[in-house]
C-alpha cells in the first residue's frame, strides 16, 4: 500500500500542486484548506507523513504540530515557511516537527524529505514494537532480582525446563508464581507451544472436573455440545493449576490419574483421551497441613513435588526492591503513556520499609497509583498511598541505598529476636534461614 500524506496549506494553487507532485511520485494524497481539518483529517485518515504550512489563518503550524504531538506523537510533521532564517528552524524544530521546506518548494527536496520521514517513522515503529516484545517477554518470564534465593529459582528452572516432570510452585500471594511458571515452559521444549493457566480459587466447584477434562454434549444441563478441557487445550504444552490447594478432593483422584497415566476421560463421556500435558501447579497454603488435615490428598501432593520451587516473600528480600521498582516502572511508562523516570530518595526509603504482605504484586499495584498522580519526573513521598508513607519506620538517613538496606536488616532481625526473647533457633525459623545463616549475617551487620 502507498504511504499516505496529508497536506495542509491554505493556498490552493501550492496545496494541490504538491498533491499532484506527490501522487505522481506513487503516495497517496489528501488535502485540507486550513489547520482545524488538518488536525481533524490527520486524527481520522491516519497519514503517514504531514505537510503543513507555518502561517495560516486559524490556528498556524506550531500549534497543528503540538496537537498532532498529543494526538499521535509517532507521526512525523514536516513545516511549510516563506522565511528561511535560523529562528525559523528553530521554531520548527521547537515545535516537534522533524523537517522543514522552503517556499517555493523544490521537488527534488520535497521528495528526499518525504523518504526520510517515512524511514524515520519505519524506524520508530520497528522500535516500538522491539520494546513491546521485550516488555511482553519480561512480564510474562523475566525474574528480577539478584537476591540469592532468586538466583537459586533460575538455577532450578534451567534444570527441569528440559523434563516434563510435575512441578510444585509455593509462596505467598504476590510472589511471582505465574511468572516462574512460565519461565520453566519457555525454557523448556514446550516453547510455541500452549500455556494454559487455570486459577483454581476462581472456579465454581461444580465446575472443576469439567474445566479440567472437558465433557461431552448433554452430560449435564446446559451441556449442549462437547467442549475440550484445559487438559486438553495444554497438550504438549504446559498447564498451570494456580492455587491448587483449592482443588476440590472429589477431583483431585482424577487429577492424579492424569498426571500418571496421561489420560482420562470427559465429563460424560466413556471414550479414554490420552494427551502429554505438562503440569505446573502453585499453591500460597500449606499443603502439607491440608494432607495431615485430610483436606488434600497425600499422594497427589507427593506426585506435584517431585520438584519444589518455593519464592521468598518481597520482605525477605528487600535489596531487590529497587530492581523490582525500575522494572516495573519501566513497564508502566509504556501502558499508562508516562514518562516516569524512577522514584527519589525519600520514597525509596519507604518503599525498602514497608512490610510488603501483598509482596511484588502490591508493589506494582501502588507504583501504578503513584505513577497515575505524580507530576514530575520523579514519584515522591507525596505521591504514595497516605498509610504506606506514613508507616516509614527508617533507622537511618544515609542515602546510600546499601547502608540503607543493611541498617533496616540489622533492625528487623533485632525485632525478631526481641519478640522470641534471643532464641536464635527460633528466630531464624521466623526469618525463614537456617540458624548458621543467623549466625553470620548477625556478625556481618555487626562489623
Known amino acids: 500500500m502507498s504511504a499516505r500524506i496529508l497536506i495542509i496549506d491554505d493556498e490552493d494553487i501550492l496545496r494541490e500542486d504538491l498533491a499532484a507532485l506527490l501522487r505522481d511520485e506513487g ?7 486550513d489547520g482545524e481539518e488538518g488536525v481533524r483529517l490527520a486524527e481520522d485518515e491516519e497519514p503517514d507523513v504531514v505537510l ?41 524544530f521547537r515545535a516537534g516537527a522533524v523537517d522543514y521546506l522552503l517556499k517555493p518548494v523544490l521537488p527534488q527536496d520535497l ?53 516434563d516432570s510435575t ?65 486438553e487445550l495444554a497438550a504438549g504444552g504446559t498447564l498451570f493449576l494456580d492455587e491448587i490447594g483449592e482443588l476440590p478432593p472429589e477431583v483431585q483422584p482424577k487429577l492424579l490419574r492424569a498426571i500418571e497415566q496421561k489420560e482420562f476421560t470427559r465429563v460424560g463421556g466413556t471414550r479414554t483421551v490420552e494427551v502429554r500435558t505438562r503440569v505446573v501447579a502453585s499453591t500460597n497454603r500449606e499443603l502439607k497441613s491440608e494432607v495431615a488435615e485430610g483436606r488434600f490428598r497425600e499422594d497427589l501432593w507427593y506426585r506435584l513435588r517431585v520438584v519444589e520451587i518455593d519464592l521468598l516473600p518481597l520482605r525477605e528480600r ?16 509504556g501502558r499508562l503513556k508516562r514518562r516516569v523516570l524512577g522514584v527519589d530518595r525519600p520514597a525509596m526509603r519507604v518503599l525498602m520499609s514497608a512490610s510488603w504482605r501483598g509482596n511484588a504484586r502490591e508493589l506494582e499495584n501502588v507504583l501504578e497509583r503513584a505513577m497515575i498522580f505524580a507530576d514530575g519526573d520523579f514519584i515522591g513521598i507525596g505521591d504514595l498511598p497516605a498509610e504506606l508513607a506514613g508507616s516509614l519506620h ?42 548458621s545463616t543467623l549466625y553470620r549475617r548477625l556478625k556481618g551487620l555487626d562489623d
Open 52 to 92: 503543513c504550512d507555518l502561517v495560516m489563518p486559524g490556528i498556524g503550524g506550531v500549534e497543528v504540530v503540538n496537537r498532532l504531538a498529543a494526538a499521535r506523537p509517532e507521526l512525523p510533521v514536516i513545516l511549510i515557511t516563506a522565511h528561511g532564517t535560523m529562528e525559523t528552524a528553530l521554531e520548527a
Open 167 to 231: 512441578i510444585l510452585i509455593t509462596g505467598e500471594s504476590g510472589t511471582g508464581k505465574e511468572v516462574v511458571a512460565r519461565a520453566i515452559h519457555e525454557a523448556g521444549p514446550g516453547t510455541g507451544r500452549p500455556f494454559v493457566p487455570l486459577n483454581c480459587a476462581s472456579l465454581p466447584r461444580e465446575l472443576f472436573e469439567s474445566e479440567l477434562f472437558g465433557h461431552m454434549r448433554g452430560a449435564f444441563t446446559g451441556a449442549v455440545r462437547d467442549k475440550p478441557g484445559q487438559f
Open 394 to 435: 527508617c533507622p537511618t538517613q544515609s542515602d546510600d541505598l546499601r547502608t540503607a538496606v543493611r541498617a533496616y536488616e540489622r533492625e528487623h532481625i533485632r525485632q525478631v529476636l526481641a519478640s522470641v526473647d534471643g532464641n536464635k533457633e527460633e528466630a531464624a525459623r521466623r526469618l525463614g534461614v537456617n540458624a
Open 27 to 33: 503516495y497517496s494524497c489528501r488535502t485540507a484548506s
Open 111 to 163: 521528495i528526499v524529505k518525504i523518504r526520510r520521514c517515512l524511514e524515520h517513522r519505519r524506524l520508530l515503529m520497528e522500535v516500538r514494537h522491539l520494546r513491546r516484545e521485550v516488555s511482553d517477554l519480561s512480564t510474562g518470564t523475566r525474574l528480577i532480582g539478584e537476591h540469592p534465593s532468586i538466583a537459586k529459582v533460575r538455577e532450578l528452572i534451567q534444570r527441569v525446563a528440559s523434563t
Open 318 to 333: 528487600r535489596d531487590d526492591i529497587p530492581l523490582l521498582v525500575e522494572h516495573f516502572v519501566s513497564r508502566l511508562n
